[in-house]
């Protein structure tokens, strides 16, 4: 170690003999981070990255602070760092080309509670940002997004840093999955969930530690109770494995111009009540949704301006602007509620809106219907044999206090499928064991440094790119990471098959070629080893 | 007495009274904006304002403050910020599982405390007394989720004779009523968080007792029982252990709240569906009027089993006289 610090000394001090003028030392970096106690690979991973721009002659100083809060206030709202270690979970509506890309980095976004977090401003990423967004052909709308990407790899909002690889697990004694499905959130996808064959006469049971906060559709907002909801209420469009839409109560969708789309609703089918499934629901449920402003989905209807019925089985969509991401994240979103049940809602029960509606017995027309819920320990969503998704065993979710033992009960034969994901250590231990089968799923999400361009030290593109080149990535990923984790050159990651741009190169860990570009950039080093700004 | 009852029931109530104010003062003056975690980032700047004046966030302090007491006086606990429905119901329901835990083995601690400790001070200076005050000062020690993991590890796990966690089996009630209480299968789950929390709360009771034991034990009362020639089991339960347990009797109230707050760690390891767990997810929430409430409930439990306590001194032991 101290030879190895020796050198680097030795290399710092050569180069500094050769700076002649010398602008202004390069400010200390204040790197937003995750509590060490908790959120241990994350704080790891911070700590290598500065460890690495640490050799380049930068000042970094890791401020770790309380998950949730402070942290997420200073990363969201009151922007407070200098680059922070942004962690952005993956979720099947985040396929979305749209999610990683213009709307993290359009410096529309940038104010606080905005997506932009680093307040990123780049004349080409917002140009291409607002083009892709009104293209619905996809394969047009993909030469855009490459180049976006490419645009986003050039400027280096942030540094990419691996995107998780999430193990879960099956006990196949009692659970079979005959078609697996990789999609980006595993075992919880919806097609996987479908899937699920119970080998006994009992549910399927499913271990996780996250309860349902809510089965009001208008009042969820989060990833965890979105997914039940889907299972009790159809949405038009589902996200397929591979990213792209598929038709669900919908037959089919035809956009007819940039700001029409029509959709053809499937027929003869019904909801849980028996009653049938028309286009009246469809259209109540989108004016509900908007009329009610629930939180969650108001900004997937800020662009419709109306909808229509056009015939028994058509919807006609009118949009205040072209709006691609359209089909998956609003089609691909809004739960389609009975009318029959939620119109008057508010009237019967005197509440004050329909988010304050407690919907403890959900009637939807989804493949599973809630049969019951005891809250903090079991949720049984019973399937339904008339659905055309054809859903083939109860599923009955246990709720465990802690992570560990959702684990040694899967072993154990206590619940039939981990949704809960695996430790490492578990991991390599379960993969022997001849009653469990272990599944990889690559989270669309990942980790990264965002870099806060509204404050002074990454405002230069230059430093920016040069510092991607000072992260030791395979360390971070073998040592921090267990070795579950892929890399990618753009934030639209591999997984994201269709929309990803595979022709980035990934950028290495090389210390002498980020000194290189630093140099080239006018950037130089003074006698203590320390980078100067080009002056 | 009057007098002194009603003045400790004063005293009670401003405890309680401060107790709050500053609770509802300390979440609130975390640094950062609390109500990041409860609102999204992800959410539309527009729908943020709308949840934040949903829940009254938008009002000055002060002003928050007046209407959470005001909402307290008529035991409203205000709404979840996560489930956005009255806390006092999700409190409710969880309330009586931790009672159902905590009591009976709380009541067990202290039964074999009193008995153990007892043993021990008549014996004392034996091979027994050395072991049993190392074993119960290590088990005291030793977290207690380490040793709820540890019994899971051996006796869930390597033996097969529990189950890994949980109130019930999952599936085998679907209704929420009585029946799940009085089911084998409700017993089965519960023999092993009770064994483990009794074993962690037996330490107090029992070196309480033993000390307690060892003063009685020199008093004339019990050098005179054994001159009127009594048996020495007799004089052991008769004599010196009844007069040994006043320190047990009063101790067991006032540690109520503190053992309700125990729970918080036996719940999570073992999965049980009661308030210490809910607590643990409102706090990783940051959902405030949960955690509010849940600290609140504790707060008054020790407070009020405080003055049970001095009321129950002067009860059990006539030479106290209040003033």
């Known amino acids: ?535 | 007495m009057g007098q002194f009852i009603f003045k400790r029931f004063w005293h009670m109530c401003i405890t309680l009274f401060v107790m709050t104010t500053l609770m509802f003062f300390m979440f609130r003056l975390l640094p950062g904006d609390p109500t990041a975690t409860v609102i999204s980032p992800a959410l539309y700047p527009k729908a943020q304002e709308a949840l934040r004046q949903q829940f009254g966030l938008d009002k000055p302090l002060l002003e928050q403050y007046f209407v959470y007491m005001k909402n307290l006086a008529f035991f409203d606990f205000g709404i979840s910020f996560h489930t956005t429905r009255p806390v006092s119901e999700a409190i409710q329901g969880r309330l009586l599982n931790t009672i159902l835990l905590v009591l009976p083995s709380m009541i067990a601690a202290y039964i074999m405390g009193a008995f153990v400790g007892a043993m021990v001070a008549w014996r004392r200076g034996s091979k027994f007394e050395t072991i049993l005050v190392l074993v119960a000062t290590a088990l005291q020690s030793a977290p207690v989720f380490w040793l709820g993991m540890l019994a899971i590890l051996y006796f869930s796990i390597q033996l097969d004779m529990f189950p890994v966690g949980h109130i019930v089996s999952p599936g085998m009630f679907p209704e929420a009523n009585w029946d799940m209480y009085f089911s084998t299968d409700f017993l089965h789950h519960l023999a092993l968080p009770f064994i483990v929390n009794a074993l962690y709360q037996f330490c107090f009771p029992f070196l309480l007792m033993r000390s307690s034991m060892l003063s009685t034990i020199g008093e004339d009362y019990i050098e005179l029982a054994r001159m009127k020639g009594l048996r020495e089991n007799r004089i052991l339960y008769r004599h010196a252990m009844r007069n040994s347990l006043l320190p047990l009797a009063t101790t067991l109230p006032m540690i109520l709240g503190w053992a309700v707050a125990g729970s918080v760690v036996i719940e999570t390891v073992f999965s049980w569906p009661g308030l210490g767990l809910l607590m643990v997810e409102a706090v990783g929430r940051a959902d405030y009027p949960m955690v509010q409430a849940s600290f609140l409930l504790i707060a008054v439990l020790t407070v009020v089993g405080t003055f049970v306590a001095d009321m129950l001194y002067g009860l059990l032991d006539p030479r106290i006289v209040y003033n």
């Open chain 1, 1 to 535: 170690m101290f030879k190895r610090i020796s050198v680097i000394a030795g290399l710092l001090a050569s180069t500094a003999t050769m700076a002649y003028a010398e602008g202004d030392k390069v400010k200390e970096i204040d790197f937003l981070t995750w509590p060490a106690a908790k959120y241990q690979h994350y704080y790891e991973t911070s700590n290598y990255i500065a460890e690495g721009w640490r050799k380049l002659g930068l000042e970094v100083k890791l401020n770790p602070a309380p998950f949730p809060s402070p942290m997420l206030s200073m990363w969201f709202k009151e922007h407070k760092f200098d680059v922070v270690l942004s962690v952005l979970s993956g979720a099947p509506y985040r396929m979305e080309p749209d999610f990683f890309t213009n709307a993290q980095f359009n410096s529309a976004h940038g104010k606080p509670g905005d997506w932009n977090v680093g307040e990123f401003s780049d004349s080409e990423v917002d140009e291409l940002g607002l083009k892709q967004l009104g293209i619905y052909d996809t394969k047009k709308r993909l030469d855009v997004v490459l180049d976006l990407q490419k645009a986003l790899y050039r400027s280096q909002p942030e540094a990419i840093v691996a995107s998780v690889i999430v193990t879960t697990g099956i006990n196949k004694e009692m659970v079979e999955i005959p078609n697996y499905e990789p999609a980006p959130d595993g075992l919880r996808s919806i097609w996987n969930l479908m899937q699920m064959k119970s080998l006994n006469e009992k549910a399927v049971l499913l271990g996780q530690t996250i309860d349902q906060a809510t089965f009001n559709p208008l009042a969820a907002n989060t990833a965890e109770d979105f997914i039940n909801l889907s299972l009790i209420y159809d949405r038009l469009i589902e996200l397929g494995a591979d990213g792209k839409p598929k038709n669900r109560l919908a037959s089919a969708i035809n956009v007819i111009d940039e700001t029409t789309i029509e959709v053809d609703v499937r027929s003869g089918h019904s909801f849980s009540d028996g009653k049938p499934v028309g286009v009246e629901d469809v259209k109540f449920s989108f004016d509900y949704f908007k009329e009610s402003e629930s939180a969650y989905f108001k900004k997937y209807l800020d662009r419709v301006e109306s909808v229509e019925i056009i015939d028994a089985d058509t919807v006609r969509f009118k949009l205040t602007k072209a709006y691609a991401p359209f089909i998956l994240h609003t089609l691909g979103q809004i739960f389609i509620l009975p009318k029959h049940v939620w119109e008057n809602v508010v009237k019967d029960t005197g509440i004050s809106k329909p988010q304050e509606y407690r919907n403890q017995n959900p009637i939807g027309s989804g493949p599973y219907s809630l049969k019951y819920w005891k809250e903090g320990q079991e949720i049984y969503l019973a399937k339904r044999d008339d659905h055309f998704l054809k859903p083939a065993s109860d599923l009955l979710y246990v709720i465990f206090g802690s992570a560990e033992i959702v684990g040694s009960a899967l072993k154990k034969g206590e619940i039939s499928v981990s949704l809960q994901p695996l430790v490492p250590t578990v991991v390599k231990e379960f993969a022997q064991e001849p009653g469990l089968k272990l599944f990889r799923a690559k989270s669309n999400g990942y980790i990264a440094a965002r870099y806060n361009v509204g404050r002074e030290v990454f405002k230069d593109q230059a430093l920016r790119q040069a510092l991607a080149y000072a992260i030791p990535y395979d360390k971070i990923i073998e040592e921090v990471l267990g070795g579950d984790a892929v890399r990618s050159a753009s934030q639209i990651v591999p997984i994201n098959g269709f929309w990803h741009n595979s022709d980035l190169k990934l950028p290495d860990y090389n210390i002498e070629k980020a000194r290189k570009m630093l140099k080239d950039a006018g950037y130089t080093w003074d006698s203590e080893g320390m980078l100067r700004k080009p002056e």
